[in-house]
Structures are given as structure tokens and as C-alpha cells.
């Protein structure tokens, strides 16, 4: 796989993940009373999870260069660990009170959509690359 359809994957995944994650974050707010626009609103979010799922789509193409199966399953975790994380230090030092919830939540949203996203899209791009690349046919041996 090449880092350009990383980049593509990356993109896609994040615009689907950006779009939810900013759902996620009107509904919390309206339904919690709370607004912590300060910290977390639409830009923050948006930029935020397509520089993640871009990071994301290029590590993705250069593990899957190897095998595909074992691609998905190491982004799978360390994408949960790098969601872990980022839950666990805000927690630790949330940048307002209360403001835990809403983006705790976003972390593993972002997270469950790429790691269902990213290997679906790559695995799509491999099939069309199958079909379209004819098949050598076997040379005769001398």
C-alpha cells in the first residue's frame, strides 16, 4: 500500500469520525446543560480526529505492506492504546471540570471508527488493485 492511499483511507475515516464525534459532543451539550465549547467544539474536534485518522491511514499503509491481517490487528491496538491513554490524562488533569465525559467519549468514538473504517477501505483498495492487475501467465521453463 502506498502512504497516498494512507492519506486517502486517513481522510475518509476521519471526515466519517469527525462528523459523529461533533454529533456526539452537540448532543452531550444539550443534554447535559453543559458547553465546553472553550475547549472542545467543532474546529478543535474536526481537526483533531482527521490529523489522528491521517496519522492513522499512512500507519496503517506501511504495516500492511506485510500482511493485511496483522496490519489490522496492531492498529486495532494500538489505536485503543493511544485512546486509553489520552482518556487516562484527561482524567488525570481535565482541562475544565466535567469535561471528562464528553471526551472520553470522544476518544473511543473516534477510535471504534477508525479501526473499522481503515481496514475496510484498505481492504477494498487491495481487491480493486487484485482485479486489476492481470495475472502473468507461467513461462515456459527451458
Not at 486495532?76 to 491513554?85: C, D, F, K, Q, R
Not at 482541562?95 to 468514538?109: L, M, N, Q, R
Amino acid at each position: 500500500m502506498s502512504i497516498g492511499k494512507g492519506l486517502k483511507a486517513g481522510l475518509f475515516t476521519g471526515i466519517i469520525a469527525a462528523i459523529i464525534v461533533n454529533i456526539w459532543i452537540y448532543v452531550y451539550y444539550a443534554v447535559a446543560d453543559v458547553d465546553f465549547s472553550e475547549v472542545i467544539n467543532v474546529v478543535s474536534a474536526t481537526l483533531v480526529t482527521l490529523i489522528a485518522n491521517l496519522l492513522g491511514g499512512i500507519f496503517f499503509a506501511l504495516i500492511a505492506k506485510k500482511s493485511f491481517k496483522a496490519a489490522t490487528w496492531s492498529f486495532a491496538i494500538i489505536t485503543i492504546l493511544v485512546a486509553a491513554g489520552m482518556t487516562w490524562n484527561t482524567y488525570a488533569a481535565p482541562a475544565v471540570e466535567g469535561f471528562e465525559t464528553v471526551s472520553s467519549v470522544s476518544h473511543y468514538i473516534v477510535t471504534l471508527v477508525s479501526i473499522i473504517l481503515m481496514p475496510l477501505l484498505f481492504k477494498k483498495h487491495m481487491k480493486k488493485t487484485e482485479l486489476a492487475t492481470p495475472e502473468t501467465p507461467e513461462q515456459p521453463t527451458a
